[in-house]
């Protein structure tokens, strides 16, 4: 159904009041959803006639290689997303929040549990075995039909697939997938008519960035969007459109690239992501770059743009916590055995993408620090998941002793704290408003309730190049509180210098979740112990570290560091420290010392003078013994000589 005519369809049942009313006040937790409010287009459990199987069975075929496709996707979060603890903890809320929600969570998160059914219970409790824990796997991607069947392009069976179905996801987002009901694979690659492994089609669509739009434009059906507000529809019912400009925003990853350069493209990166392809376009193109090598070692051709399974993100710790939870049987019945020196390997992966994705750049500008950061994915910076998700900047100003004088956005490692009040944070902030909060006895304002949010409450994060303010408004994207010109991707930011400010370090970090969202999931798990296990995790973890992404580390120079005509003759320049200096450290009153002073006899009045004053003061106290390179008469007098020292 056209987006068009979804929306008319819409706006006459809003008008015919049709969509009903919402439950009575103060109804309190959970919201009582079912799962009707949850059922979305597409393939639906108990369908298939082959289930989904585990990532071990390509093993045979597709692992223990440099390029092999299985040995890389097993240490992603591709992988391990039924195991992965944070999704676990936010699961249990999510559920305590909206009943049945969990519908909508596991169908992307255990898509081969959801599919057999067992997915009900929604909490995830019926979820077991490798075929359900393995996450995203290998037989999922590779059995996936496009939505949009495109005659002499689209595999010919595909056409009765989605004939079969009761609704096509037109567009697919929040895991409406379209499963073959058989296990017959696609992949981009012509096999020819000799290959006899599998059932194999090719497949445009695997490498187009429409199948991750799959999983990663997400969006809530138990609202309806209304204005610029989202409403509860009338409960206990499928949404009236499916549509996701109707139904509330929850991530637009893959919206925020369609509206970006890249969708365009091909942008010339060179090499920024990796692979043998500088041009990038696609997700794939920068998330699965491509290489000489083969994908099967039965014989494979070596091909020149083979896509390395690698799905880079940015998960670190997480990948650790996993693995150290991997036998305990606390969240899973079935372990993933992930190599260690693999997850080594992973983390590495993913610090890389990170440090790609964004540059740094720091300048002054009417005698204010400015700090630029500049988005250089193709999507927002962060994007993804919200909660708990952030960038921030750090600004730490030093005297010439090392002494601070300001620092901005500086993290305790220690206590997990991150001082924010005069830094910026590059985040999304959701939250509850109007009659969701009313319903639900819980207060208008941000919150980390995502199933129940309704709101966008601050969304400043930086959008990537080929951004405009009609195109992401169009995708329900557009920046909460922040304001970016046409064209822009990067981020201002300006900083007060602080008098006698010499040491100036900048950097940028990245962390997947604040100890604010760790401790929300533990101390409003009333379900069971999953937000306990996440947190003593986090905390065996070092407590989720920030990974940084840039830094900038230098000397302000002599400009910002003095501070006034200091010792009064007449000019603003290296004798004012060295006077000042020596001042603090010999005594006063001195005699006024009229000449700038090379004190190093380097022959030139910069910085290092001072510092060879500090260096010769501290080796010697009140009676320097330090060599001088030339105490002899020059132009320039040395400068312990203008305080009354005579040369060793």
């Not at 040995?71 to 049945?100: K, N, Y």
């Not at 069976?157 to 696609?186: K, M, W």
């Not at 434009?217 to 138990?222: C, E, G, I, L, T």
């Not at 003095?562 to 005699?591: C, K, M, Q």
Request: one cysteine or more; aromatic letters at 10%.
């Amino acid at each position: 159904m056209p987006a068009t005519i979804r929306r008319w369809r819409v706006l006459t049942l809003l008008l015919l009041g049709l969509l009903g009313s919402p439950p009575v006040d103060g109804q309190g937790l959970p919201i009582p959803t079912t799962l009707q409010d949850w059922i979305q287009p597409g393939t639906q459990p108990g369908t298939l006639l082959e289930p989904i199987i585990a990532g071990s069975a390509c093993n045979l075929c597709h692992s223990s290689f440099f390029t092999a496709p299985v040995d890389r996707w097993r240490t992603s979060i591709m992988a391990q997303a039924g195991r992965d603890p944070l999704f676990h903890a936010c699961l249990a809320v999510a559920e305590q929040d909206a009943s049945a929600v969990g519908s909508l969570c596991l169908r992307c998160h255990t898509p081969g549990a959801w599919l057999a059914g067992n997915s009900v219970p929604t909490d995830g409790s019926a979820v077991s075995g490798v075929n359900d824990f393995d996450g995203v796997t290998c037989n999922l991607c590779h059995r996936m039909v496009d939505p949009n069947y495109v005659a002499g392009q689209s595999p010919s069976v595909d056409l009765g697939i989605l004939n079969n179905l009761a609704e096509i996801p037109n567009p697919q987002h929040g895991g409406q997938y379209v499963i073959d009901p058989s296990d017959r694979r696609r992949g981009p690659y012509n096999l020819g008519g000799g290959f006899s492994y599998h059932p194999f089609f090719e497949s445009p669509f695997h490498h187009s960035s429409e199948l991750c739009r799959t999983c990663h434009d997400v969006s809530n059906p138990a609202y309806i969007r209304q204005g610029n507000q989202y409403a509860l529809i009338d409960l206990d019912s499928p949404h009236p459109t499916h549509d996701p400009d109707d139904e509330y925003p929850v991530e637009r990853t893959y919206s925020e690239w369609s509206m970006s350069e890249f969708a365009q493209g091909p942008v010339d990166m060179g090499g920024r992501f990796g692979g043998n392809n500088p041009a990038v376009s696609s997700c794939q193109d920068c998330h699965m770059p491509s290489t000489n090598g083969v994908g099967c070692n039965m014989g494979a051709p070596t091909r020149p743009d083979l896509a390395l399974h690698n799905f880079s993100g940015a998960q670190t710790w997480v990948l650790d916590a996993i693995h150290a939870l991997d036998t305990s049987y606390l969240l899973w019945d079935t372990p993933a055995y992930m190599d260690p020196a693999q997850i080594i390997i992973a983390k590495n992966r993913n610090i890389a993408m990170l440090e790609a994705a964004s540059d740094l750049e720091v300048t002054t500008e009417n005698g204010q620090l400015k700090v630029r950061v500049i988005n250089q994915s193709g999507h927002k910076l962060p994007t993804g998941y919200p909660e708990g998700r952030r960038i921030w900047i750090e600004v730490h100003f030093q005297n010439v002793f090392g002494e601070t004088l300001a620092h901005h956005g500086a993290y305790d490692f220690d206590t997990a704290d991150l001082e924010d009040s005069t830094t910026t944070v590059f985040e999304a902030k959701h939250g509850i408003s109007g009659f969701t909060s009313t319903l639900s006895g819980l207060p208008e304002g941000p919150s980390f309730h995502f199933a129940l949010n309704n709101k966008i409450m601050k969304d400043n994060r930086i959008p990537p190049r080929g951004y405009t303010i009609q195109g992401f408004d169009s995708v329900q994207a557009a920046p909460v509180g922040e304001f970016y010109e046409d064209g822009q991707y990067w981020h201002d930011t300006f900083y007060d210098i602080p008098d006698d400010s010499y040491l100036l370090a900048v950097r940028v970090w990245y962390q997947t979740a604040s100890k604010e969202y760790i401790e929300f999931l533990r101390d409003e798990n009333i379900t069971n112990d999953a937000g306990e296990i996440l947190h003593q995790q986090w905390l065996q973890q070092d407590k989720g570290p920030p990974v940084m992404m840039d830094e900038i580390s230098m000397e302000l120079g002599i400009e910002p560091f003095i501070r006034g005509d200091v010792n009064t003759d007449g000019a603003e320049d290296i004798s004012d420290p060295i006077h000042l200096l020596g001042s603090l450290f010999l005594g006063e009153p001195f005699s006024f010392c009229p000449i700038s002073a090379d004190g190093n006899d380097d022959g030139a009045l910069n910085i290092s003078d001072v510092v060879f004053l500090l260096s010769t003061l501290f080796s010697g106290g009140s009676s320097p013994s330090a060599p001088w390179p030339d105490c002899g008469p020059d132009p320039t007098p040395d400068f312990l000589r203008c305080y009354g020292y005579s040369c060793p």
